[in-house]
């Protein structure tokens, strides 16, 4: 296995809106799922997530409840708002263009120019 | 994200409130990440001690996070200015002295112009208290010289360019216009009737009254608070004469009893049933002023008689009733002012046909939000009130300024030991800011607590010695928002210099450990410059004071031509429909023969007019046989005068005779000239033995016979030079308005009064007397404006020399302890005491000297503007501005002379120990 990437800049935010899109999720959960979804290729920095969550609710694009966990223990669960999720549909949106310009800029062959 | 600015404001709110709940759930939420990767840890095989250390580390630290997750949703800006708050009440609670200087001086500053403030909205903003005051619209006119308005009952002003303007309208042409009103919701009219003598309970007293149009209510939209409202049925001449009295009238003489309503009282003669009360908040119709009575503009015939028949309600010519209109919605100003020009042309060709057009006045639309507004002349003096309250207030920033910079001086180390370990300018700057703001927020709360127990202070300087004001000035939300605005400013103003000089500095020298010195010269020149701006203010202050207590002295100690001392003034006003002509002649010698006789009463005269009560009569007058001239040049200011008027007053009579007991009706009629209108009218020689007739009178009519010439005495103003005077005999006089009796007693007033009240009453009893009072009384009285003045101008110098006494001592002291070792060792050198005595003193009279020379310069220029409201010396009196001078290099020297003394005996070994 490679060494995992580290998350490029302002990503993570992106990451957990989807994460917590595919249903709600506490915070150890989201890390969870970002590992799974990705197969563990991105390192994520454990305790970065929390300021983030917090960030991602206090702009109204999360909401959290205080639930129960699997192992039964008082856990706080995030979900999406429906501002959120036009955030990341126009956030992922800008990233796939992003992506698109970039790799085609370094996919140039000599001959091209 | 604008689009989260919202949920993002209510999400920091909810924290800020709700602190100790974010807390708590930030610890557990961690927690629980830590724990439930430790037990999948586990769970893979791990020992559960080693899984929880792995986790932890995994983790990062966690008071590290909670400081971003607070950051995250704001509370970091919170929480810094929260701990520069609680530092800043803690330096401030740790310098005591220094915290009591600062607030004092600040409360007083903004507690000053807040005062002043909350003065200039009562009297120059305040709109009338009914809803939507800015519709209203006052009616007025303008006329060329050669117009032909008049006689006018209201009133009307001269401009500039020699127009007339004016607010009365003649009653008939106000229906008239609101007949064919089209850009008006509605129009009303009313007069203001000043004083009537009412009886209630068979008690004569004096009530203010105004009459109002029947749709008065209806335009104004003003409410009653109990019983009901004046309407158009009141308004007609057949209709039970009925009134609604003001709510401080209802408080005030009825004590708020449901009886007032429906109470009969007689006013000027006729029964008025009370029939509502006004609401608190509204005043009537004018500006400032405060009617106890408000009735039907129909009962004018009957109340206040004029004109011809007594009745004004259908004469043309009469110029009397004020017009207020509400404005339609949509409206433009010039739109209803050219309809309004039109219906007022059409209107007046029909009420008064055969006018010239160019004749006739034009119609002008005013602002009515304030109803009639007659405040004008008061818009200099408050103008010149506030601008003296913001120097004081300057004063006060700069004092404070130079006692933070002496602060930021003492905690150079602190700062630099900050900027070392990397805390950034700006947040050191806003420290030093928040503390700034701390302290006006201090004083402006002490000040605001001020101006508001002392709301009625300056209001009542205003006051005569005589009437019983129940003045509550009442500050609103503006009042509130502008002593804030106040503070901000202020904050900010003696905050900047300390923010600035603190971020400045270097922290290699300021981690030293005798950085004293280097960064303390140039604090001192800072410091210096701040009390030298602080002296030139209080220097400015001074010379307002100087010259407006000059003014004040030069007005008491004028030559008045008369002798104002022991005598006390009543006014008499008896209704016009009980006693009219001769009768009133008659009414009013029987009370002046019965004044006469009260115990301490040395002796008793009357006067059409009162003397210096800025009351005259003015009429056109010429020496028999020759042609008048122009009105302005025959303007002869008349006052019929009892007998022993020339002996009350002590106005000598320079040849001729005075009046006499013979001067009746009957006999020929006489007068007494002064020598101004000697020398006008008979500049060739003696006026005695010469005769004078009215203008307007032809030669058949009996001329006046001049029998005295008195010496020149002031009349209705101190200012004004002594006019041309004709003193006539009351007793020949054809018709007497309200009158004046002045009685010569050495008693005082409260002790003469009851003598007096009877003596009247024993001649009849529904006649209340009016504003009793001394002639001393009434002089201070038109002297209110000069007083008020003087007064506040000194308080305030007085409090900007104090404040600048603070500021010197404390730059001087400053300098003096940064140079104890300088100073050491220049003693140590064999410098005497005396010297270094001196030298401190000269550093002290340099900034002394040009803080009081930009100040006299800045006096100099500023004082023009009140060149109006001085008297008997120039704005550039050089005796006021050197004494201002003087007083201010006095101050500056004795605040110097503590450190300069302390300096004079630093004991050398400690002074060079100090190193």
């Known amino acids: 296995m490679t060494k995992p990437l580290d998350l490029l800049q302002g990503t993570l935010d992106m990451l957990i809106l989807k994460a917590v899109s595919l249903g709600p999720l506490h915070g150890y959960g989201v890390l969870l799922r970002i590992q799974q979804i990705s197969k563990n290729r991105l390192e994520i920095q454990q305790g970065s997530l929390y300021p983030a969550l917090y960030r991602l609710e206090h702009q109204g694009l999360i909401v959290s409840e205080w639930g129960e966990s699997e192992n039964k223990r008082k856990a706080r669960f995030y979900r999406l708002t429906a501002t959120g999720k036009r955030q990341l549909l126009t956030e992922a949106e800008k990233w796939n263009r992003m992506t698109d310009v970039i790799g085609g800029i370094l996919r140039t062959v000599p001959e091209e120019v | ?915």
Request: glycine residues 8%.
């Open chain 2, 1 to 915: 994200m604008a689009l989260a600015l919202w949920p993002a404001l209510r999400s920091t709110l909810r924290h800020v409130f709700d602190r100790s709940r974010l807390e708590r759930e930030m610890e557990v939420e961690l927690q629980f990440h830590i724990d439930a990767y430790a037990e999948d840890l586990v769970r893979q095989g791990m020992p559960p001690t080693e899984a929880l250390r792995r986790a932890r580390i995994e983790f990062g630290g966690v008071e590290g996070r909670k400081e971003e997750c607070r950051q995250s949703v704001g509370l970091r800006l919170w929480d810094e200015a929260r701990a520069d708050l609680r530092y800043g009440a803690r330096v401030l609670r740790q310098n005591p002295a220094f915290t009591a200087v600062a607030v004092l001086s600040l409360a007083l500053g903004i507690g000053a112009n807040t005062a002043i403030y909350t003065l200039a909205r009562e009297i120059l903003f305040k709109p009338l208290a009914v809803p939507h005051p800015e519709q209203l619209r006052i009616f007025s006119w303008a006329q060329s010289k050669q117009g032909h308005v008049g006689p006018l009952w209201g009133n009307f002003d001269r401009a500039k360019n020699g127009e007339t303007l004016g607010t009365p309208f003649p009653y008939p042409l106000f229906l008239e216009m609101r007949k064919s009103n089209r850009a008006f919701e509605n129009m009303t009219a009313f007069h203001d009737l000043y004083r009537l003598t009412a009886n209630i309970d068979g008690t004569a007293e004096a009530l203010d009254a105004t009459l109002v149009a029947g749709n008065f209510y209806s335009t104004l939209w003003c409410r009653v608070i109990a019983g009901r409202a004046l309407g158009p049925d009141d308004d007609t001449l057949s209709a039970t004469p009925v009134g609604v009295i003001s709510d401080a009238y209802w408080a005030e003489r009825f004590a708020r009893s449901a009886a007032a309503l429906g109470k009969t009282i007689r006013v000027n003669g006729v029964a008025v049933t009370i029939v509502g009360v006004n609401g608190p908040e509204f005043h009537g119709p004018k500006a400032g002023g405060s009617p106890q009575i408000l009735l039907p503009l129909s009962l004018q015939p009957r109340v206040s008689p004029m004109g011809d028949d007594g009745s004004l309600l259908a004469d043309n010519h009469f110029w009397w009733v004020v017009v207020l209109g509400r404005l339609k919605p949509g409206i433009g100003d010039a739109a209803a002012q050219a309809a309004l020009e039109q219906s007022f042309r059409s209107a007046l060709q029909a009420t008064l046909p055969g006018k010239k057009a160019e004749d006739l006045p034009r119609f002008v639309l005013g602002d009515g939000r304030r109803g009639l507004d007659l405040s004008g002349a008061f818009e200099q003096p408050i103008l010149v009130l506030l601008a003296l309250a913001g120097i004081v207030l300057l004063v006060a920033c700069a004092n404070l300024a130079n006692l933070l910079l002496a602060r930021s001086a003492a905690r150079q180390r602190e700062m630099s030991v900050r900027l070392a370990m990397g805390a950034g300018r700006w947040r050191i700057l806003r420290q030093v800011m928040t503390e700034a703001l701390l302290l006006a927020t201090l004083g402006g709360a002490a000040g605001l607590l001020a101006g508001y127990a002392g709301r009625n202070a300056i209001p009542s300087l205003f006051d005569d010695a005589w009437t019983a004001h129940a003045m509550d000035v009442r500050p609103d939300a503006r009042v509130f928002l502008f002593a804030l605005a106040l503070t901000l400013v202020t904050g900010i103003l003696f905050g900047i210099a300390p923010a600035w000089r603190a971020t400045r500095g270097d922290v290699q020298s300021g981690l030293k450990e005798n950085a004293r010195t280097s960064p303390g010269r140039s604090r001192a020149r800072l410091g210096k410059s701040l009390v030298a701006v602080q002296v030139a203010l209080c220097a400015v202050l001074l010379v307002g004071a100087g010259l407006f207590l000059r003014t004040l002295s030069n007005l008491r100690h004028l030559d008045l031509g008369l002798s104002i001392e022991h005598l006390v003034l009543f006014q008499l006003d008896p209704p016009q429909a009980r006693f009219a002509g001769r009768q009133r002649v008659e009414l009013f010698q029987r009370i002046e023969d019965r004044l006469a006789e009260v115990p301490g009463v040395q002796l008793a005269t009357l006067s059409s007019e009162a003397l210096l009560a800025h009351s005259m009569d003015n009429s056109c007058f010429r020496p028999t046989g020759r042609v008048a001239g122009s009105p302005a040049e025959n303007s002869t200011w008349v006052n019929h005068v009892g007998e022993k008027f020339f002996d009350a007053y002590a106005i000598r009579l320079l040849s001729g005779r005075g009046f006499e007991a013979g001067d009746r009706a009957d006999a020929p009629r006489v007068g007494v000239v002064n020598q101004k209108l000697a020398r006008k009218f008979f500049p060739e020689g003696a006026a005695l033995g010469k005769t004078i007739t009215e203008c307007d009178r032809d030669a058949t009519a009996s001329p006046i016979l001049v029998v005295g010439v008195s010496a020149d005495a002031k009349y209705s103003d101190l200012r004004e030079d002594v006019p041309p005077t004709l003193y006539l005999p009351y007793r020949q006089a054809e018709e007497l308005g309200a009158v004046t009796f002045e009685v010569k007693t050495a008693a005082t007033v409260a002790s003469v009064a009851p003598g007096l009240r009877d003596a009247v009453r024993a001649v009849d009893s529904d006649l209340p007397l009016l504003d009793v009072r001394t002639q001393n009384q009434q002089v201070e009285a038109i002297l209110s404006q000069e007083r008020v003045f003087a007064t506040l101008a000194t308080g305030f110098g007085i409090l900007a020399l104090v404040l600048a006494g603070i500021g010197i001592y404390g730059v001087m002291a400053y300098t003096v302890s940064s140079r104890t070792n300088e100073i050491g060792i220049r003693l140590a050198l064999g410098a005497r005491a005396q010297e270094v005595l001196s030298m401190v003193l000269r550093e002290t009279s340099v900034f002394a000297i040009a803080g009081i020379a930009a100040g006299l310069i800045a006096a100099f220029a500023l004082t023009r503007m009140v060149t109006s409201m001085l008297y008997g010396l120039q704005a550039t009196d050089p005796l006021t501005y050197l004494g201002a001078a003087f007083i201010l290099f006095a101050i500056a020297l004795v605040s110097g002379l503590i450190p300069a003394r302390r300096a004079a005996h630093v004991d050398t070994m400690q002074a060079l120990r100090h190193e």
